[in-house]
């Protein structure tokens, strides 16, 4: 064979090995690889595609964009003929992806335990209705919350909805004062709420038993909470707080005032750790800010009252541990008395609750068990702290006898040598 030949063959086997190469192409996604080609701007969606949980389930462009992604023109993939479908508008993005996520059918290929009343939800949410009622466009949809083409899935710690996150994704919109100035609404939320005691421990500590914004307003269904639906929301988590309180009198009296429930106390974004300096008198007293800062006042005075006990078993708690601490630090043995110490904390923890009774008498039945392990704790730390000192003074009157008979020895051998 010549050399021409040769070259001709070998020409030959390289085209059909390109053109293998791209009709396989073709067959999975020719507007991924045409994309991808394409000026930055244009070739964004290519990839962030990679990413997308869409992506990883196997999806391509067409699945949401009709057309036909094995046409090689860009004419032929973009054919109204063939469904294609391009960049939704604001409006019809919620319907656009109900498609799918609305079709109880199609789901279950993928994940059986995906809601598929998203759409339902929305309707309903503040977003939905000034989006799909009053169409306006500045509200949320589905991709501003969850991203276009790279969407991840709600544990995916990359995904802007992930619990970490999505404060910031919130904060997106609610944090810019001059995107929300047509709704009247504050832009403060999402720096209230990460110096608050939830805020601290999600976006801090990564807890994500701590609340996000979703866990309060809802996700798809997003509103604000109404007046009466606080404590509902507030008692998703803190279930026996939102019990007594619904039990107690003042459920009945802020109802009546139009007080929104938790949020009358706590706040709402900015709600801070709490503590007994709630209670009574002083700059940080919530009391005083429906009652008068004095005695006369029958719900100023169960304030005090109720501060008073959980004072007493706080302050015992906090001394016992300083007496148990001191035991263990000389070597003295004190496992029994921190399991009691721990059933003290617990007293004091069950006793903060129960003021959502606002009732003195459940505060003080609740805190009394606390009380009388304190003062056994504190019996067994000073007998253990006595005991030490016991210990030092036979350890030192034995050292002295020792220390005598060492004497004694020396002496009587320096009386051998002299002798």
């Known amino acids: 064979m010549n050399q021409k030949a040769l070259l001709a063959v070998f020409s030959i086997a390289l085209f059909s090995a390109a053109l293998t190469s791209e009709v396989k192409a073709v067959s999975e996604n020719n507007c991924l690889a045409c994309h991808s080609r394409l000026m930055k701007k244009f070739s964004a969606p290519a990839r962030l595609f990679a990413k997308d949980v869409h992506a990883g389930e196997g999806l391509i462009c067409s699945d949401c964009h009709g057309g036909n992604p094995a046409q090689t023109t860009w004419h032929g993939r973009k054919n109204p003929a063939q469904g294609f479908f391009g960049k939704p508008d604001p409006v019809e993005i919620p319907a656009f992806c109900n498609l799918c996520h609305g079709n109880a059918e199609y789901m279950k290929k993928f994940n059986p335990t995906l809601p598929v009343d998203q759409l339902v939800k929305y309707r309903t949410s503040r977003h939905g209705i000034l989006l799909l009622e009053k169409g306006d466009t500045k509200a949320a949809n589905c991709v501003s919350c969850h991203g276009v083409h790279d969407m991840r899935k709600v544990n995916d710690p990359a995904g802007s909805v992930y619990a970490v996150n999505l404060p910031l994704t919130c904060a997106r919109c609610h944090s810019d004062s001059s995107y929300m100035a047509t709704y009247g609404i504050p832009t403060n939320q999402y720096r209230d709420f990460a110096s608050s005691v939830h ?3 999600l976006l801090e500590r990564g807890d994500l038993g701590a609340p996000a914004c979703n866990d309060c307003h809802g996700n798809h269904g997003a509103i604000p909470p109404q007046v009466e639906n606080i404590s509902q929301v507030c ?3 803190h279930a026996n707080n939102a019990k007594l309180y619904r039990e107690s009198f003042h459920a ?4 009546t005032l139009g007080s929104p429930g938790c949020e009358t106390c706590h706040g709402n974004h900015r709600i801070v750790h709490p503590e007994e300096s709630f209670l009574g008198p002083g700059e ?12 006369p006042d029958s719900g100023f005075a169960v304030g005090l009252s109720m501060k008073s006990i959980l004072d007493s078993l706080a ?9 148990v601490d001191k035991a263990e630090r000389i070597g003295m043995e004190t496992s029994e008395l921190r399991l009691l110490l721990r059933d003290v904390r617990q007293s004091l ?7 959502h009774s606002f009732t003195t008498l459940e505060v003080r039945k609740t805190a009394a068990p606390g009380i009388g392990l304190a003062l056994e704790i504190r019996a067994g730390a000073v007998q253990l702290l006595a005991e030490h000192l016991k210990r030092r003074w036979w350890l030192g009157g034995l050292s002295l006898v020792l220390l005598a008979l060492i004497l004694g020895l020396y002496l009587k051998i320096r009386e051998i040598e002299t002798e």
């Open 284 to 295: 940080k007293s919530v009391c005083v800010s429906c009652h008068q800062d004095s005695p």
């Open 252 to 255: 009945s009296i802020f109802e």
């Open 349 to 355: 923890i069950e006793s903060r609750t129960m003021i």
């Open 235 to 237: 008692g998703l988590c």
């Open 199 to 201: 805020g601290v421990a």
């Open 315 to 323: 302050g015992s708690c906090d001394s016992v541990t300083a007496l």
